[in-house]
């Protein structure tokens, strides 16, 4: 058997040569679609944060700081309960100091003014109540003793009446200027004129028979009490 013509060798590695060829540009082509699949990942954003973080994003409650709260609470109730005893104090401590800084008790008949008039004008009711009470019972038999009792009793007390009159004719003119004088002595806030008060008190005595004294008598009180706490 005669062996092959030497140029059909060459022929068969020519062959082989192109089937390389063919496999490498075959894996040329699977590598350019491996660069295209991985432009494609690298065009889509990513995403490194955990799940956790992601919720917390998503649902994320309001706060608010402890200064915030404390700012919108009410006062508490004790700061306001624990004032009121404090201003009591004071006030009691601020009219004892004024009843110790005047030394007087002359506003004692004063204060018998009012008193007497009042006293004046509910006797005098009395009285004549008790003048019809004893005219009814001797029209019914009492034969005049009745009448005559209660008219000595009534004239007791007009006497009686009149005599503390007369004592206070003196002793309200005299208390209101010596009080006056003691409490405008005294370290107070109010200064009374102790001599105006002092013929304010003579005139309104003489010419009203303690009526209009009564109204002098009080207003004095009223701006002693203010200015001393007493009475």
Excluded at 19 to 46: E, I, N, Y
Excluded at 54 to 59: F, G, K, Y
Excluded at 88 to 100: I, L, N, Q, R, V
Excluded at 200 to 222: G, N, R
Aim: charged share 20%; net charge negative; no cysteine.
């Amino acid at each position: 058997m005669t062996p092959p013509p030497a140029d059909d060798r060459p022929t068969d590695g020519d062959d082989q040569l192109t089937d390389g060829d063919d496999q490498l540009t075959d894996g040329d082509d699977q590598l350019t679609d491996g660069d295209d699949q991985l432009t494609d990942g690298d065009d889509q954003p990513t995403d490194t944060r955990s799940e956790s973080d992601r919720a917390d994003d998503a649902i994320e409650p309001p706060t608010q700081t402890v200064d915030s709260v404390e700012s919108t609470q009410p006062p508490a109730a004790s700061d306001t309960v624990s004032t009121a005893p404090t201003t009591h104090s004071s006030s009691e401590t601020s009219a004892a100091a004024g009843e110790a800084a005047v030394d007087s008790k002359w506003w004692y008949a004063v204060a018998a003014v009012p008193l007497y008039v009042l006293v004046g004008i509910v006797g005098g009711v009395f009285a004549v109540a008790l003048f019809v009470f004893g005219i009814a019972v001797d029209v019914g038999g009492g034969m005049g003793l009745a009448t005559g009792l209660i008219v000595v009793l009534l004239t007791l007390g007009v006497i009686g009446y009149a005599l503390a009159g007369l004592a206070l004719s003196i002793l309200f003119p005299a208390g209101i200027y010596l009080d006056a004088k003691a409490v405008a002595a005294a370290d107070v806030a109010w200064e009374p004129d102790a001599v105006l008060y002092l013929l304010v008190a003579a005139a309104s005595v003489v010419l009203s028979a303690f009526t209009l004294s009564a109204v002098v008598a009080l207003y004095y009180l009223y701006r002693r009490n203010s200015a001393v706490g007493v009475p």
